[in-house]
Nanobody, 128 residues
Framework: QVQLVESGGGLVQTGDSLRISCVVSGRTPTSKHFITSWFRQAPGKDRQFVAGIIWNTGGTNYADSVKGRFAISIHHANNTMDLQMNSLKPDDTGVYYC???????????????????WGQGTQVTVSS
């Protein structure tokens, strides 16, 4: 079983930066490709993929809406995944969830249903 705990959300203004983190604990097998991703869900909207990373290869993937503004990273020493968010916009507002999955191939899915474990989420609000 994998546990995911997010932190770092808050209220910021347009153009500000914010870093959110996800601590990964529990059983994270190395025999398969372990993937963690960030999703966000705005009020009344579906949960959407934001960014993801493959732990053994370092491969990353970003949604088009955040490319060039957000950066995902891993800190293996403390099993933490970060999302550095720059030039924030009101459209970035939502609850940000950390999700994980393990796969036979290093392929990162964007569909929430393809991820096995989820955190409780952290709220990010960007005011205009």
């Amino acid at each position: 079983q994998v546990q995911l705990v997010e932190s770092g959300g808050g209220l910021v203004q347009t153009g500000d930066s914010l870093r959110i983190s996800c601590v990964v604990s529990g059983r994270t097998p190395t025999s398969k490709h372990f993937i963690t991703s960030w999703f966000r869900q705005a009020p009344g909207k579906d949960r959407q993929f934001v960014a993801g990373i493959i732990w053994n290869t370092g491969g990353t993937n970003y949604a088009d809406s955040v490319k060039g503004r957000f950066a995902i990273s891993i800190h293996h020493a403390n099993n933490t995944m970060d999302l550095q968010m720059n030039s924030l916009k009101p459209d970035d507002t939502g609850v940000y969830y950390c999700a994980s999955d393990r796969r036979d191939l290093p392929m990162m899915g964007h569909a929430p249903l393809t991820y096995e474990h989820w955190g409780q989420g952290t709220q990010v609000t960007v005011s205009s």
